[in-house]
């Protein structure tokens, strides 16, 4: 496994020590130490079961678990909830949200931890709300309610949701999930763009392609970290072919990294598996 340094001077956005999970009385997660860098976008990859969701809501402080995990240099457990909330932004895979709930609604649930206790929104909530409305260009559905748009729709509202915090760390379990290719390349901008004004963004992604867009990736299989490392590193590239047991391969194409599925010989699906 590869080390991969924050900047001097600057404590990670993110650092786990001696991280384990169990869920159903079984250990998922092992011996995680990790330092994720403030202001880079890290994409976490891996293959099915291998923990990946299980670390970024270990990260969200969502699961209970064993070793440290701190947020900006500070232990979770001794954050305010509040304080941590503005933080701190999250979008899990396939949230649930009340479906009768209007679409403005749901967004400004983001802004619930700048308010004082049943405290009514004020300008700066209007705004925030609408700014990540139109950043995901779910704009013209705020009056719809939310069981009334398709998955591709609601992804984009959830996404605004987590937008409307305007944590300096945002964390997205698989963000392009029903996302159309416009809207895939239109999440990617909205990343860079934070990352530009020096938020830090931490994203599960299945979609190698889109990882190998990020600044860093970690690797995850069987509930191990396997490396962590830049995402232009061809150990990176031979790590994730690794993982995925040669059924991609990582190439250069017109200066970006893309992964093409490695498809086995037409041979190997027509043999007659009992033939021998
Ligand atoms: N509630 C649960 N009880 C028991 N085991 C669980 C539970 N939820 C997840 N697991 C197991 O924990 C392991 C890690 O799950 P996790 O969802 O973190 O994997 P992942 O890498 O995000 O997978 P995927 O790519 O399929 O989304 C898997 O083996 C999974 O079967």
Same mark, same amino acid.
């Given at each position: 496994m590869?080390a991969h340094?924050?900047p001097?001077g600057?404590?990670?956005?993110?650092?786990?020590?001696?991280v384990?999970?169990?869920?159903?009385?079984?250990?998922?997660?092992?011996?995680i130490?990790?330092a994720l860098p403030?202001?880079?976008?890290t994409?976490?990859?891996g293959?099915?079961?291998?923990g990946?969701s299980t670390?970024?809501?270990?990260?969200?402080?969502l699961l209970p678990?064993?070793?440290?995990?701190?947020?900006?240099g500070?232990?979770?457990?001794d954050?305010?909830a509040r304080?941590?909330?503005?933080q701190l932004a999250?979008?899990g895979?396939?949230?649930q949200?009340?479906?009768?709930?209007?679409?403005?609604?749901v967004?400004?649930l983001g802004?619930?931890?700048?308010?004082?206790w049943l405290?009514?929104p004020?300008?700066?909530?209007h705004?925030?709300?609408e700014?990540a409305?139109?950043?995901?260009?779910a704009w013209d559905?705020?009056?719809?309610?939310?069981?009334?748009l398709?998955?591709?729709?609601?992804?984009?509202v959830?996404l605004?949701?987590?937008?409307?915090?305007?944590a300096?760390?945002?964390l997205m379990d698989?963000?392009?999930?029903?996302?159309?290719?416009?809207h895939?390349?239109?999440?990617?901008?909205?990343?860079?763009?934070?990352?530009?004004q020096g938020?830090?963004v931490?994203?599960?992604l299945?979609?190698i392609?889109?990882?190998l867009?990020?600044d860093?990736?970690?690797v995850?299989a069987d509930?191990?970290?396997?490396?962590?490392?830049? =995402?232009h590193d061809p150990t =990176?590239?031979?790590?994730l072919?690794q993982v995925?047991d040669?059924?991609?391969a990582i190439?250069?194409?017109?200066?970006?990294w893309?992964?093409l599925?490695?498809?086995p010989?037409?041979?190997?699906f027509?043999?007659?598996?009992h033939?021998?």
């Open positions: 590869s340094l924050a001097p600057r404590a990670p956005a993110l650092r786990a020590r001696g384990q999970a169990q869920l159903g009385g079984r250990p998922v997660l092992q011996a130490d990790l403030a202001g880079r976008w994409s976490v990859v293959p099915n079961g291998a990946k670390l970024l809501r270990v990260l969200a402080g678990h064993q070793g440290e995990v701190e947020l900006q500070r232990l979770l457990a954050w305010p304080v941590r909330g503005q999250w979008l895979q396939s949230e949200a009340g479906d009768d709930l209007r679409v403005w609604d967004v400004m802004r619930l931890p700048h308010r004082a405290a009514a004020d300008a700066r909530d705004a925030a709300v700014q409305l139109r950043s995901t260009q559905w705020r009056e719809r309610s939310l069981g009334q398709s998955g591709g729709e609601r992804q984009r959830l605004a949701r987590a937008l409307a915090v305007q300096p760390v945002l698989e963000p392009l999930a029903n996302l159309d290719p416009p895939q390349a239109d999440w990617l901008a909205t990343v860079r763009a934070l990352v530009r938020h830090t931490v994203s599960v299945h979609e392609g889109m990882a867009q990020s860093d990736v970690v995850m509930g191990r970290l396997r490396h962590h490392g830049p =995402t =990176t590239h031979r790590c072919e995925f040669h059924r991609l190439h250069a194409l017109q200066g970006q893309v992964a599925p490695v498809i010989p037409f041979d190997s027509s043999r007659d598996p033939a021998d």
